[in-house]
């Protein structure tokens, strides 16, 4: 019989995680399943369980939380020789992964997603010696936003972000940056850099149209020094999908990204706070395999 962990951050989702426990075994029951309930009580016990999985050989490892959660139980099966399919059912407030694999946000309908047979291969991001799913970003807006609260997240959605990162538009510094990359090298003064793996970032999916998830490049927004006018036409550019085609941002891919600076500057990396600069991040094309609807 096949092997499933069912990976749950009981906490999530209004604290209703746990309700929809039963209808994922049944599921997973009809298709042959046997399955293991691992519940999340402290940050990295989904990487722990998730390793462990990997080490016994699972078939399946199910992620039932928000981008969190998912993002420790990716981090918990890349470096692994056997790598189980994955299965999402979000239940966080961005859910940006999920959003660009098209699954859908309600939990019950992600639920009926199990009774898939679909397998995408999926990209993953090494960035230094920690891996993610969706975007990393250095400069003013990238560090305010890892400083959103779980209440602001609740109350105003993806809206926190924005929140957030608008309030370091009145003092719009920009910052000395070197960016390597496959085709050169960009040095100048920046506002924000971005290097996205998907589509969506902070629940806004146009960001990056162009990403797919299995495209093997990082997509690069270097969003130069700009006054607030142009900041403004800028973020409406993001709003409608457009922002590689603004005159003040430089657009690129790459398979690999190095990013130096003379100033000590803080990265975020899938909405969390990263490392210092300098970094490296790089592509690990079609590394995991997720089910989809």
């Known amino acids: 019989m096949k092997r499933a962990m069912l ?13 929809y426990v039963e209808k994922i075994e049944k599921i997973l029951a009809e298709k042959s399943y046997q399955v293991k309930v691992a519940q999340t009580e402290k940050e990295l ?55 660009a694999l098209n699954i859908p946000l309600e ?30 970003a250095v400069g003013a807006v990238a560090e305010a936003t890892y400083e959103v609260t779980p209440d602001q997240k609740t109350k105003f959605g993806s809206f ?9 538009l009145t003092a719009h510094r920009s910052y000395p940056l070197r960016i390597e990359h496959d085709n050169g090298v960009w040095e100048g003064d920046s506002f924000l850099f971005l290097a996205a793996l998907t589509n969506s970032t902070a629940g806004f ?20 020094q700009v006054n607030l006018v142009r900041m403004a036409t800028i973020i409406t550019s993001i709003l409608r999908g457009n922002l590689r085609d603004e005159a003040d941002v430089e657009y690129f891919t790459s398979s690999k ?37």
Do not use: W
């Open 45 to 99: 016990d989904a990487t722990k369980y998730c390793q462990s999985a990997c080490k016994d050989e699972f078939d399946l490892v199910v992620s039932m939380g928000g981008d969190g959660t998912l993002n420790e139980t990716i981090n918990g099966m890349v470096d692994q020789e056997h790598r189980p399919l994955l299965a999402i059912i979000p239940l966080g407030t961005v859910n940006d992964f999920a959003r």
């Open 257 to 293: 990204i190095k990013v130096t600076s003379k100033e000590e500057l803080m990265t975020n990396v899938d909405g969390e706070e990263g490392d210092s600069l300098p970094v490296t991040a790089e592509v690990l094309p079609s590394h995991i395999q997720v089910l989809v609807p």
């Open 107 to 136: 939990p019950e309908e992600a639920v009926e997603t199990l009774y898939s047979d679909q397998i995408k291969d999926v990209d993953i991001g090494r960035f230094n010696d920690r891996y993610f799913v969706n975007i990393f």
């Open 160 to 168: 926190a972000y924005v929140m957030e990162g608008f309030k370091t």
């Open 205 to 224: 999916e146009k960001l990056s149209p162009e990403a797919e998830v299995n495209d093997g490049v990082l997509h690069g927004y270097i969003i130069k």
């Open 7 to 19: 990976i749950v951050n009981p906490s999530s989702g209004k604290e209703e995680a746990l309700d």
